[in-house]
């Protein structure tokens, strides 16, 4: 990875999550109302995944940057055991009052660098927009895996570093949604796909699968949500082959994680 890429760039801002409140699941005018959306589409990646790799029902899942649960709730709902983590305690308190009415879900406080749970601990892992809001995500992925079982999955989701990114992912984003804190993403911070292979190979994780996401682009939403810039209700996206803008993809674990 290009070492000035991660010297010469503004701090991302990973502060305004905390203060969102039920915005998480009712704000149209904020881009946390893109991430709800997108969300839709990395379930159905996830539940894709579990069913071909048959990951039984009851399995543990560490849910990485969880956020307010968009994924962590809908994943307890389908029966795993889901362990939600962030460094922001006021979206885990959003998260919990949307939680499903059960014992599968517990949500902590922490971070990523530094997880507080015993070694081989999970059946999966999940890293779903975290990657691109940190200065060393080898150094979270190392430990990712350290908590992650053998023959465990890793799923990840974050943003290539293309000119193509750059507008929609940051330009785009702020135009469509109006209320759109300075620096939500810093595109310095992207990482190419075989950036993040390279970061993966040491850590005796095989990367599996890598899919594109993007917007629908004919589809009347997101004319809508551009005329308004209010996010519609069922502004979507869909799965691409190409990995130039978004991309979402899962690493089994072949081996114990090395010492670092």
């Known amino acids: 990875m290009e070492t000035e890429k991660l010297l010469k760039h503004p701090p991302v801002n990973n502060a305004f999550y905390d203060d969102l409140g039920e915005r998480w699941y009712q704000d149209d005018g904020h881009i946390i109302a893109l991430l709800r959306a997108e969300a839709k589409l990395k379930l159905t990646y996830l539940r894709g995944i579990f069913e071909e790799t048959q990951l039984s029902i009851g399995s543990s899942i560490l ?20 362990y939600g983590l962030d460094q922001s305690g006021g979206s885990l308190a959003v998260a919990a009052r949307h939680a499903p009415p059960t014992t599968r879900i517990s949500y902590t406080v922490g971070e990523a660098y530094h997880l507080p749970y015993a070694s081989e601990s999970f059946d999966s892992v999940l890293l779903l927009d975290i990657l691109e809001h940190v200065d060393d995500p080898a150094r979270m992925l ?52 075989e950036e993040l292979k390279e970061m993966l190979q040491p850590l005796g994780l ?26 519609h209700k069922d502004f979507a996206f869909s799965f691409t082959s190409s990995l130039s803008l978004g991309y979402i993809g899962y690493a089994q674990k072949f081996a114990a994680t090395p010492d670092l």
């Not at 053998?150 to 989701?157: N, W």
């Not at 109006?178 to 911070?189: A, E, I, Q, T």
């Not at 996401?213 to 809508?224: D, E, F, G, R, T």
């Open 142 to 193: 190392a430990e990712a895996s350290r908590v992650l079982k053998p023959k465990g999955l890793l799923f990840f989701h974050t943003f290539n570093r293309t000119l193509l990114s750059r507008f929609f992912a940051i330009e785009a984003v702020s135009f469509v949604a109006r209320d759109s804190p300075k620096n939500f993403h810093v595109w310095n911070l992207f990482i190419k796909p």
């Open 206 to 231: 095989r990367v599996k699968s890598m899919r594109g996401i993007k917007p629908v682009l004919s589809h009347w939403p997101l004319w809508s949500s551009i005329l308004k810039r209010q996010v």
């Open 63 to 82: 849910d990485i940057g969880c956020g307010a649960g968009f994924i962590s709730n809908e994943l307890a709902r389908d029966g795993f055991q889901l």
